[in-house]
């Protein structure tokens, strides 16, 4: 709705906007859902539906971000016997051998937020109490700031899970409820990519910096803080295209995909205040007109 309004505030300094000058909103479904550009922003880039400046709405507490992290996302896979609660040495204890993996992990694969961000997430084996779970997963998501760190950190995972399955068998191996875990780790485990390899955006058109910070007054993203990511990654490369991520709010204050998340009513209005700002300066400059 703050989008709109300032859609809305602009239009009325300047009439040419939507007459000489286009304007096109894109709501997509699947952002960051892991879709992989299925569906959402990548189709709609690749069918052209781009601008000469491209601002994807996301908390960066109003300060144009001219990059975007990408993602990949790492499944540890269990997949062994069973066991009743009476006999638990019998199965493959997968809650056992997860948890230890998830803990070595997020030891092994610690870095400075620079390089990326480590996300050691959902852990599922079962919900009884009585019960030996022989299957289960464990998902990393891994973001990284260029193709050369991402790649660097698709070696990483794999090599620090061997490291952690072999750690787990020598942990467990003279344990009375988890020696058999302990022999068959490596057999019962398994490494699947869900995403990888993806985009990531570095923007540095000089046009694009000058209008938003010298004509629109929005300050940048300072170049020591670390990215975030989000869909602006389908932009990188597009020819001819300045591309940002700007919004209200902040992803860890405003607690971003989490209970309580929410925004205020005056980092809304300032944000309409930005977007009523961009598009004048925007068709005031002739380098933006089609």
Request: hydrophobic share 45%; charged share 20%; proline share 5%.
């Amino acid at each position: 709705m703050a989008l709109l309004a300032g859609v809305r505030a602009a239009r009325a300094l300047r009439p040419a906007l939507g007459r000489d000058i286009g304007v096109l909103i894109q709501a997509v479904a699947g952002e960051e859902g892991g879709a992989m550009g299925v569906f959402g922003t990548r189709p709609l880039v690749e069918r052209g539906y781009v601008g000469r400046l491209n601002v994807f709405c996301e908390p960066t507490g109003m300060r144009f971000l001219p990059r975007s992290t990408a993602a990949m996302t790492a499944r540890i896979v269990v997949e062994g016997e069973d066991a009743v609660d009476d006999h638990p040495a019998a199965g493959h204890n997968a809650s056992v051998l997860l948890g230890f993996l998830a803990q070595h992990l997020g030891r092994a694969l610690d870095r400075p937020s620079a390089e990326g961000a480590v996300c050691v997430a959902g852990l599922r084996t079962g919900t009884l109490h009585n019960r030996v779970y022989g299957r289960g997963s464990l998902l990393l998501n891994l973001s990284y700031g260029s193709a050369e760190a991402g790649r660097r950190l698709e070696r990483d995972v794999p090599a620090a899970l061997d490291d952690g399955l072999v750690a787990f068998a020598e942990a467990f191996a003279g344990t009375t409820l988890f020696a058999r875990t302990a022999a068959d780790a490596r057999a019962v485990t398994r490494l699947e990519w869900l995403k990888r390899g993806l985009p990531v955006l570095d923007d540095r058109d000089p046009w694009g910096y000058a209008l938003l910070r010298d004509a629109a007054g929005i300050e940048p993203w300072p170049c020591d803080e670390p990215a975030f990511t989000c869909d602006a990654i389908w932009m990188s490369g597009v020819p001819g295209a300045c591309t940002v991520v700007l919004g209200p709010g902040d992803l860890a204050a405003n607690n971003a995909h989490a209970d309580g998340e929410f925004v205020r009513a005056d980092e809304l209005a300032e944000f309409a205040g930005a977007v009523a700002r961009l598009l004048v300066a925007f068709t005031d400059d002739t380098n933006g007109r089609p």
